[in-house]
């Protein structure tokens, strides 16, 4: 059960819970797919390509885990920035796209509280985002792969937004879509909202105990209602 009461910050992830990212790489793998079209249907290359994407999270957000444990998370960030570009050629220009009615919640959110981002993905591609979607001005603080010695699900960029905000790490909430969001939540002890219009699926998400389970991040401006 979430407790209103102690809530006085906000603190998001990004990927799959302000920006619809598995849909994006769906596309962009799918376009890629169909370079080869010659071999695989554009209704396989679709189901192949959500396919790809789902099987990837788990493995990346250990991969990234260990990295960071271990000291190599630039190497990685370097690695993956690669693998960006090689797809760029298969990416619209205009691929972000913000989950339905993101915007609007934080917009009514941000009268209330202060709000930070605390997301494992570079901070060229999180910025980019969110001055995209016209977000970035709610933001106070944006914490990205490499702004701490340690990122998700280390406590490290959870505490960090909680200083830049001069609050107590207790009394903020971290809003994500996978068990590496609540992990970090749960060991910086704040308040955990899971959602589910990213990668993480119910089950794996309810098993780490969050406080609440949403549908989608939008529905939190409801839950909050002042």
Known sequence: MLDKSKIKTIIFDVDGTLRDTDDEMVRSIELFLLKFEFLISSKKAQTAARSIVMSMEN??????????????????????????????????????????????MIAELSQHYPLAVASAGDEQTVKAFLAHAGIAPYFNCVATALTCPYTKPFADPLVWAALQMGVDIENCIMVGDTTVDMMAGNNAKTQTVAVLCGFGEREELAALNPNLILTTTADLAEVLKV
């Open 59 to 104: 493995p990346a957000q250990i991969i990234l885990h260990y990295a960071d444990k271990w000291g190599w998370d630039k190497f990685i960030h370097q690695i993956i920035q690669g693998i960006r570009w090689l797809l760029k050629p298969f990416k619209n220009t205009q691929s972000f796209q913000t989950i339905e009615g993101v915007k609007a």
